[in-house]
């Protein structure tokens, strides 16, 4: 596994792909959010986020992952599963309650035994110049407390922190 934060992207079986290398954290949220969200707006709602590569996710991360979750829950037929979770990772997503959101390992997945041709064909996220503002981790905190409500006592004085700092700037 590699400690460069990457993001490869694509599409396959009528799935949104976004391959995570590296750490899945807060520096690559404003991207991963945003090429979710223009590809809801074009009327995608079936996304697998891959974490084969990915070392381990912070919290903003998961967040990010929690609101698109959500997002499309509320679309008929959407869905959001993992594919190559880590047993780390996988406990992470457990831990904060995001696989009740979050399909893991989805055994009947029409994309799994392809793994290896659709990662073959993913090309590289092209960013914007967005940067993970405290506006930005906060709302994927929050987000965090919406999908579970157990997470408002963990995230509690992030939460606080947050909020002030966006109040202030």
């Known amino acids: 596994m590699t400690d460069n934060q990457t993001i490869e992207v694509g599409s396959a079986d009528g799935y949104v792909w976004m391959r995570v290398s590296g750490k899945g954290s807060f520096a690559k949220t404003p991207g991963l959010k945003s090429y979710a969200e223009k590809c809801l707006e074009d009327g995608q709602n079936r996304f697998v986020v891959d974490l084969e590569e990915c070392s381990m996710m912070d919290s903003t991360f998961m967040g990010t992952l929690a609101g698109l979750a959500m997002r499309v829950a509320k679309t008929t037929g959407g869905c959001l599963q993992v594919a190559g979770a880590s047993e780390r990772n996988r406990q992470s997503l457990e831990d904060l309650g995001l696989d009740a959101l979050i399909d893991i390992e989805p055994q009947e997945a029409e ?59």
Not at 117 to 130: H, S
Not at 151 to 157: H, Y
């Open 111 to 169: 994309w799994r035994d392809h793994l290896d041709e659709i990662r073959g064909k993913l090309e590289p996220l092209v960013e914007r110049g967005d940067a993970a503002d405290a506006s930005h981790i906060l709302k994927a905190h929050q987000e965090l407390c919406d999908a579970h409500s157990a997470n408002l006592a963990k995230f509690a004085t992030v939460l606080d922190v947050l909020e002030q700092q966006t109040h202030e700037g």
